[in-house]
């Protein structure tokens, strides 16, 4: 009865959707659009009436420039809309990529808002209780309000809020990263989505599946601090926190938790076995130290703006691994996991977070895909930095009774994940961002999950990856840098692999490869 209720207002919010009609803006495509000139003025002008703060710029040893910019009107973003702009030694265009809306002015007359910033996050709050059970139990974290301009499912301009908060319940442990915009002029909700991006000292680690091993003797010893005789998991990089399987939805919320790294006598920690696992702490810290010295050596950048902090033992018997928007948080598993701070687990939920402070990547419709996809293929990549190989099996070490969760060779072996651009489903964005809120199973049908459309990228990087003069860091060097320059907010299947495609060219790889791996999974570059 309640899956038929749920339906019925899915049906209703489409219906909604396609009836209402309103002076449209438009949403132009850098990469598609004809340029009058290969000016940079030719590209800014596509969008008349706002301004491009520049978010980052780059100059190359060939003389060839880079720049990602923000569209702006009247002071305020352009939410999700970037321009990156690629000219040669001339000043001339080589490269475009993002989107741009024009015509905002037709919708948007003035940017003066009715709500204030704490009134927008209230609205926010009490539409998220009224649509989620045990109201009364979630705690509210970060939680933040920016004034923002909205591109709605139609073009529709609006001068909005996007509310962000963390909410959690004490037990069993329910995070939820809530992304709202609130109408700044009527206090209308717009659009509502969960986007919380899911999945020298020594001692014991692994789990059943991979086997026992000990760091300093198997491994290199863990990189800890120490006073006296008292260590922590702390470097210069990497924190990791023991949470003693509480939630963040206690009632200081994320406050009320243990914040202090996990201390131990020096120099052997055993802290502690758990559901098949011998130290899910050391193992944490360990593989966090891996993935932030991947980054580091490859590319010389670090994965975050801040060090890394790991929380571990998250909530209890939480079979789920997240990135909350500043951490990478880590639980015990239960029945379909053992605790999910294996290598490639880690370094995907930590690439969660690389993501957010490159591209910005949206967690939904098919830029949520390649988010979800990009972070699969780090976990490749981590295993091959720290191993040499890798088998192309995402949370293979982690899973109790399957041989992974994932499989890039063949995505469709889950029985859930797609393989080509022609399988992937998004009926509007208002009926699918309720989807990733209610999370029935008519969804299935009419939007496809973000962890199942990450197969069509997944297969595309494999295919490189085993290509002929090709292995997993050379593959993984194209999609970071099209992560770091090519890549916006609003990235579509089709504009992600020409930003990988252009990223080939600027590192001297072969294009022609990977127009061929792209070609297998329905994308003609």
Partial sequence: MQGKKITSLLYIVLACTVMSQAQAAEVVSLAQVKLKSLSTDAVYSLAADSTFSVIKSENLKDGSSYTKSQQMFKGVPVWGYQAVVSTDSFGSVMNRHGYVVSGISQDVQDVT?????????????????KKNIRSSEWIFDNMNAVKVIFIDDSNVAKLAYRVSFLADTKTPGNPFRGEFYIDAKTAKILQARNILANHDATGPGGNLKTGKYHYGVDFPA??????????????????????????????????????????????????????????PLNDAHFFGTTVFNMYQTWYGVNPLKTSLTLRVHYAKEFENAFWDGKQMTFGDGKDLFYPLVVLDVTAHEVSHGFTEFNSGLEYANQSGGINEAFSDIAGEAA?????????????????????????????????????????????????CMLCTILRNEFCASVCTDVHHSSGIYNKAFHLIATSNGWDTKKAFDIFVLAN???????????????????????????????????????INL
């Fill in 113 to 129: 808002a009715k709500l204030t910033s704490v009134e927008a996050i209230a609205f926010a709050k009490a539409d998220f209780m």
């Fill in 222 to 279: 863990l990189d800890a601090t120490a006073n006296g005789n008292q260590c922590q998991l702390k470097s210069t990089n990497v924190a990791t926190i023991d949470l003693k399987n509480e939630g963040s939805g206690n009632p200081n919320g994320d406050s009320g938790l243990n914040t202090t790294p996990h201390t131990f006598t020096c120099s052997e920690n055993t802290d502690r076995e758990i559901n098949g696992a011998y130290s």
């Fill in 383 to 431: 295993e091959y930095f720290a191993r040499g190989k890798n088998d192309f099996l995402v949370g293979g070490e982690v899973a109790k009774n399957l041989e992974a969760l994932r499989f890039m060779a063949d995505p469709t072996k889950d029985g859930k994940s797609i393989d080509n651009v022609s399988k992937f489903v998004w009926t509007n964005d208002t009926i």
């Fill in 484 to 522: 770091q320059k090519f890549w916006t907010p609003k990235t579509t299947f089709a504009d992600g692999a020409k930003g990988v495609m252009d990223a080939a060219g600027q590192l001297k790889y072969n294009q022609d490869d990977v127009k061929k791996a792209f070609a297998a999974v329905g």
